[in-house]
């Protein structure tokens, strides 16, 4: 067996549908290659209140990005601490749903462009940089959906104004200028492509590392 990996799948707002399958569907390959795997959500108010300090901090997530930017990076240090860390020591597979990139893009589409390398410093803390213990993903995949899609199934379908498809055009944009910093890979994950070959794709990259 391979040492452990960790592997971030990203995608822009309106692609969860696909990166929820894609995460599914590689987590059951893994599995049955005879890989042990371990999958932990993105750092978000979600998996604040999975680890028990959503209460403590009462955080008003969502209403200002440069907050929650910070807020992020203290929940990202604790996954890595107590999820990611041990399971890579132990040989793992760590599947992670969105990290720094959703974190960095959610700052640069809310106007967060100012001095950003010392946003990237500070994402660089979370993950363990100043401690000597720092985790950068072997592999980020990005399921690459076009804005057109993901506008409608938010905007559209949800009824969650961004901003129309300048929104969703801006974030792809950042993330396929961003992605060479974090070995990352592009999957081509429009509505008409089916799962299965979605899928086949995203393996296929994985286990060139492994």
Sequence with gaps: MSKGKLIVVEGISGSGQQVKAGIVGLHKALVDLGYSVVECANPDSGRAQEL????????????????????????????????????????????????????????????????????????????????????????????????????????????????????FQKMRGFYLKELPRWNGRVVKASAERDQNEINADVLALVKGIL
């Design 52 to 167: 028990g300090i959503t209460n403590l901090l009462n955080w008003p997530f969502g209403e200002d990005a440069r907050s929650d930017f910070f807020f992020e990076g203290a929940v990202r240090s604790e996954i890595f601490q107590k999820v990611v860390s041990p399971a890579l020591e132990e040989d793992k597979i760590v599947l992670c749903k969105q990290s720094s990139i959703s974190s960095l893009a959610n700052a640069w589409v809310n106007g967060t462009s100012r001095q950003f390398d010392v946003l990237r410093h500070l994402d660089k803390i979370s993950r363990g940089f100043l401690f000597g213990d720092e985790i950068f993903p072997d592999m980020t995949i990005f399921f690459d959906v076009p804005p057109e899609e993901a506008c409608e199934r938010i905007e559209d379908i949800l009824q969650i104004n961004h901003g129309g498809i300048e929104y």
